[in-house]
């Protein structure tokens, strides 16, 4: 608790929530304007909205963002001798990767909170659609901030790695990229092997886009659900191994 605490004391005054806050306004906006360019309208209505909201932010730039995140909470550590500090301190391995993939499991979370009322807001205000967002899309949201936490806990361990900002951000761009690929080509078990086809495979539920057949059916709910605690698990557990085997640094 003590570690989950001095974490989350250390976003009081972080650059973090400049890019929660954000990067979902401007890339859920992004999309919508490409649609008044290009003079499409929203055919069907609140599913259209949000296909080209979500799902675009879903396919690379949300795996990005948490990127960003992890290495701006992992920022402090690889100044001066504050990783020696963290060494030699008496907060267990684990404890410490816990408390940071945590932090930016929740700075996720809010970021698609922020998405999604971008996207209810824009939907109501600019393009005039009636009713609300679909009960099924505000669920999708739920699965979409679950699928977002073996990101969150890769994206840690490739920030404690690296003391590079920009490398960790790379690898989820092209990760992103590629896992989205492999499930345009139909390998939907790639969900269990990549976090990222794992998050992007939950932001196309229910759309009938890329690798998505349209249903939104228990399996596909369930194969989601279990890939993302199987590989939160695994990672969790590597990323403490590695860090109990970490040396100080001269």
């Avoid at 590079?164 to 989820?172: K, M, R």
């Avoid at 279990?226 to 990323?239: E, H, K, R, V």
Wanted: hydrophobic content about 60%; aromatic content about 8%.
């Amino acid at each position: 608790m003590n570690a989950l605490a001095a974490e989350f004391s250390k976003l009081k005054r972080s650059l973090s929530w400049a890019v929660v806050v954000l990067l979902p306004i401007v890339l859920v906006a992004t999309g919508l304007i490409m649609t008044l360019i290009d003079g499409r309208g929203l055919e069907d209505g609140w599913h259209t909205l949000w296909m080209r909201s979500i799902v675009f932010y879903g396919l690379f730039p949300l795996s990005v963002g948490i990127a960003i995140l992890a290495s701006l909470v992992w920022r402090a550590e690889h100044r001066g001798s504050n990783w020696n500090a963290l060494m030699a301190g008496p907060t267990p391995s684990l404890q410490i990767i816990i408390a940071k993939a945590a932090v930016i499991s929740v700075l996720a979370a809010i970021m698609q909170v922020i998405a999604v009322v971008t996207t209810v807001a824009l939907g109501m205000i600019g393009f005039g659609l009636p009713g609300f967002l679909p009960p099924e899309y505000l669920a999708i949201s739920l699965l979409i901030i679950l699928a977002s936490v073996p990101v969150a806990v890769l994206q840690s361990w490739l920030s404690m790695q690296m003391r590079s900002f920009a490398a960790p951000v790379a690898v989820a761009f092209l990760g992103a990229g590629f896992s989205a690929f492999l499930l345009v080509v139909g390998l939907d078990a790639a969900i269990f092997i990549s976090p990222y086809a794992a998050l992007s495979r939950a932001t196309q539920l229910g759309t009938a886009t890329f690798a998505d057949t349209g249903d939104i059916t228990a399996g596909v709910i369930a194969a989601i659900i279990a890939a993302c605690l199987l590989l939160s698990t695994l990672l969790a557990a590597a990323n403490t191994v590695v860090l109990e085997r970490a040396d100080a640094r001269t």
